[in-house]
């Protein structure tokens, strides 16, 4: 990819990042997961739970029962979801786990934005192996714009931003949510990404759908129409019954 062609991102890429800042702001939607098998919407770094408002509404307007886990450590507005992707994954199988008693359920989907597919799948693989306990299942994951590749520059950004030190190429992180991805099935690519390159968003050889002129942050704040579309390629995926 050439540097006019990244240049030429700049302005989406600033627009998306006011509009997630923006969202950070906003008070979580409280949906209320329904058994058996409620779908999770996990937001990545710089995002607050409420960034997932908006989608949240849209797919369960499709007939899909959602939830939100709360934001994970570094959890002050903008700042939200830059613990290492491990601690994230431990909180998030402990908010699962006590949700999962509240809501009698066993079984989920997952939808994950950006590092939080990374996180849910990382969760699933430390259940797996015995390193914790866990009461749910992740059954199919939806990836939008997740860095399966990891992120150019992570170490370098890793400095400042704990997370990146597991988006390094090869980090002990990517490699174990390598065996979690039979349960991906399906990635959503952000065609018109400015940080994460699209060839690093899908699983090698995995099933992908391009979203032509999505930037990273367009799934979750970007337009109506995006919102909506991101809705329905979810519910394709994953079904729209309870």
Request: charged share 20%; aromatic share 10%; with cysteine.
């Amino acid at each position: 990819m050439n540097s006019f062609s990244q240049i030429k991102k700049l302005p989406s890429f600033w627009r998306g990042s006011v509009n997630q800042t923006v969202a950070t702001w906003a008070r979580p939607v409280e949906f209320r997961p329904l058994p058996p098998r409620p779908l999770v919407l996990v937001p990545g770094a710089f995002c607050t739970s409420s960034v997932m408002n908006r989608l949240g509404a849209a797919i369960q307007q499709r007939g899909r029962s959602v939830c939100v886990p709360p934001s994970f450590a570094y959890y002050f507005s903008a700042l939200a979801n830059l613990c290492r992707l491990s601690k994230a994954a431990l909180a998030f199988n402990s908010w699962l786990d006590e949700l999962a008693g509240q809501a009698d359920f066993d079984e989920v989907d997952v939808t994950g934005h950006s590092n939080g597919a990374l996180i849910a799948l990382l969760a699933q693989d430390m259940v797996d192996r015995g390193e914790i306990d866990g009461k749910v299942t992740i059954r199919k994951v939806v990836t939008m714009a997740t860095p399966f590749g990891g992120l150019p520059n992570a170490k370098i950004l890793s400095f400042f931003l704990p997370c990146c030190r597991d988006l390094v190429l090869g980090s002990e992180a990517l490699r174990r949510i390598e065996r979690q991805l039979h349960r991906v099935v399906h990635s959503l690519v952000a065609e018109g990404a400015f940080l994460v390159p699209p060839f690093h968003q899908f699983p090698a050889g995995g099933p992908k759908t391009v979203m032509e002129g999505y930037q990273h942050m367009d799934f979750i704040v970007g337009s109506s129409d995006r919102i909506e579309r991101t809705a329905a390629e979810v519910i394709k995926w994953l079904g729209n019954n309870y």
